[in-house]
């Protein structure tokens, strides 16, 4: 199966729930979530307590965080923004700041200068 940009909601949520749900032989099953037909894979994923992407993207930066330097933490950074497209860029920021600004931080000693 291919990969898919999280980027491609729809198709995200589709691959998602091609992976993650099995016995269903329709479209219609895959919409389907306690008997209720959803109008879009989105909201059938999230029914099912699928996650969103931007979750998967914070883990990757946090795995990312315990072995590489601050550097190529925000190059990863960098390149989810570029490629992935997360939805709450803020709050990925706001949950790594720590992680991609340590550096910076123990250069500066103050956090209004980085």
Known sequence: MDSINPGEWEQYYLRLLLLHV??????????TVNNVKHPTFRKAALERGLKEPDDGLSQCLVE???????????RLF????????????????????????????????SVERV
């Open 78 to 109: 960098a390149m989810i923004l570029s490629f992935c497209a997360p939805r709450d860029v803020h709050r990925l920021w706001d949950d790594h700041y720590n992680a991609l600004t340590e550096d910076y931080r123990r250069q500066y000693k």
């Open 64 to 74: 990312t965080c315990f072995f590489r330097f601050p550097n190529v933490v925000r």
């Open 22 to 31: 099995t016995g269903t032989t329709c479209f219609e099953d895959l919409y």
